[in-house]
């Protein structure tokens, strides 16, 4: 009963996805790209015009898009779910390159609608979200920051703040150590005339139905700026979450790969953020090395090793860098929920000594996000150990849980993508 | 462009255009009531935290952000 046989099998159309499934389908492999979005780029190319979407396109390889794994049901299995349409895949080779999701912070005021993730404000642009003449105020850590403001400004957007919680120094010798400098400093020359507050990050945010405005902390200064926008971002968290459920080793909240980068799990290979959060270059250069390694050019992978080995001392000195500081801890009151889909405040996970007593006694991480959204709060507030991941990955219908739809269903998905 | 209904009144939208982005287009800023009863709206635009999730043509716990409108689409919000 299985709908479809692929030499290789990649989850997720980002940078590292696209590199693996070029690199594989030049070699000869029948290839298929799953993503969660109907369009294939990931966060950063989505809709863009961008030189490795165009040489995916050509590459061979089939796309389809507005699906995600939900489980497998054997080694070498996937059971795939789209609006409508629900089938197994089954493959020879995987590639994993799931990306990775913002971390966010709770603070009094953060559910309120439009407190949103700064990378998930530019999807909702890029998706059509109407920006032109709002006030947005950008928050958090990392260099994603700096481009999401440049980006929302492009679009129409009043930048009226953008606060850093790392020190000036700590990032200023980043950027200009990182290779990275000409585009920081393009970056920081198209943002000149908006207020760059180092140190600085917001503790509350206020509004009735929405959010009005958002309070900033400076040192000891602290005060109210009005905003229709609080873009937040606190960097970012390696997706994981498929790789456990296939039976790979994490290390460090990241999964563990060889030079091959391959998993610890035979033939499944990882490539990009879910890796260790590193960024766009080293995703690409990781995810030309699992597609060649897939494909058993063992000789073509070794060509990439020297350049990761850069990228990956980048990855350190950025880890380094744009590290959270400890007063961030102190954000939530005892009322602010941290489990937002279930309303869980502070007050009743605190007494609890891990993440699996919370969730039984709190029903914290249990609703539909599964704890993707909390479950790195408890990690950073309490230091938990949140590693609970099964099948269905992502919450689904019944039916399409017990319903695979036929071979003809699955060419379907192929002609029309979404 | 293609006309699809956001709460009984209809709208227009170009395509491609995502059902998040309607939404924020005819003027809603809430998309659903939390189980405590707090609004809430998008918060990571890449279909993770479900805090945008709609009912679409009768279906409901629709992540608005990942899909796209089309034609005739009828969105109902607070589900």
């Known amino acids: 009963m299985i709908e479809s046989r692929w030499d290789v099998v990649v989850v997720g159309a980002g940078p590292a996805g696209l590199a693996a499934a070029c690199m594989a389908a030049e070699a000869g492999r029948r290839v298929v790209v799953l993503d969660e979005n109907p369009q294939p780029g990931g966060q950063i190319w989505r809709g863009e015009d961008h030189h490795w979407i165009r040489r995916f396109s050509a590459s061979g390889s089939t796309f389809r898009g507005a699906c995600t794994v939900v489980d497998q049901p054997e080694p070498g299995v996937l059971h795939v779910v789209g609006r409508n349409i629900s089938y197994h895949l089954r493959f020879k080779r995987l590639v994993i390159a799931t990306g990775a999701r913002e971390r966010f912070m709770p603070f009094p005021g953060w559910t309120l609608p439009g407190v949103v993730g700064a990378g998930g404000l530019q999807a909702l642009v890029k998706s059509g979200w109407p920006l032109a003449g709002k006030r947005v105020v950008v928050a958090g850590a990392g260099p994603l920051l700096l481009q999401a403001a440049a980006f929302f400004r492009s679009r129409g957007a009043r930048l009226t703040c953008l606060a850093e919680q790392t020190p000036l120094r700590r990032g200023l010798s980043f950027a200009l150590r990182s290779g990275k400098r000409l585009q920081a400093i393009a970056l920081l020359g198209r943002l000149c005339d908006v207020p760059y507050r180092w140190s600085c990050w917001p503790v509350r945010a206020s509004g009735q139905e929405r959010v009005e405005s958002v309070t900033l902390r400076q040192g000891d200064r602290m005060w109210t700026e009005p905003c229709d926008y609080l873009a937040c971002s606190f960097g970012l968290v390696p997706n994981t979450e498929l790789a456990q459920l296939v039976g790979c080793e994490l290390v460090d909240g990241a999964v563990r790969v060889d030079e091959q980068q391959e998993t610890t799990v035979s033939g499944v290979y990882c490539a990009g953020e879910p890796t260790g959060i590193g960024g766009v270059d080293l995703a690409l250069i990781q995810g030309q090395i699992a597609g060649c390694s897939a494909a058993g050019s063992l000789q073509r992978a070794s060509a990439f090793f020297e350049q990761r080995a850069r990228w990956i001392e980048f990855r350190a000195r950025l880890q380094a860098a744009f590290a959270l500081r400890q007063e961030l801890r102190q954000l939530p009151d005892p009322e602010t929920v941290v489990c937002r889909c279930e309303d869980v405040p502070l007050k009743e996970i605190r007494p609890h000594s891990c993440w699996r007593s919370a969730k039984l006694q709190t029903r914290c991480g249990m609703g539909p996000c599964q704890g993707r959204i909390c479950g790195p709060i408890v990690e950073f507030l309490f230091g938990w150990k949140v590693d609970s991941v099964r099948p269905p990955l992502t919450p689904v219908r019944l039916e399409q849980l017990v319903n695979r739809g036929s071979a003809a269903t699955a060419d379907r998905h192929d002609s029309h993508p979404g | ?79």
């Open chain 2, 1 to 79: 462009m293609i006309e699809i209904r956001v709460n009984g009144k209809t709208l227009k939208v170009p395509e491609g255009v995502s059902v998040a982005a309607a939404i924020a287009l005819s003027g809603h800023d809430r998309f659903r009531r939390s189980v405590a009863g707090q609004p809430r709206g998008p918060l990571c635009g890449i279909g993770v935290c479900f805090e945008c999730r709609v009912t679409v043509d009768g279906e409901p716990h629709v992540r608005s952000c990942q899909l796209l409108c089309w034609p005739g689409m009828e969105v109902c919000t607070d589900d």
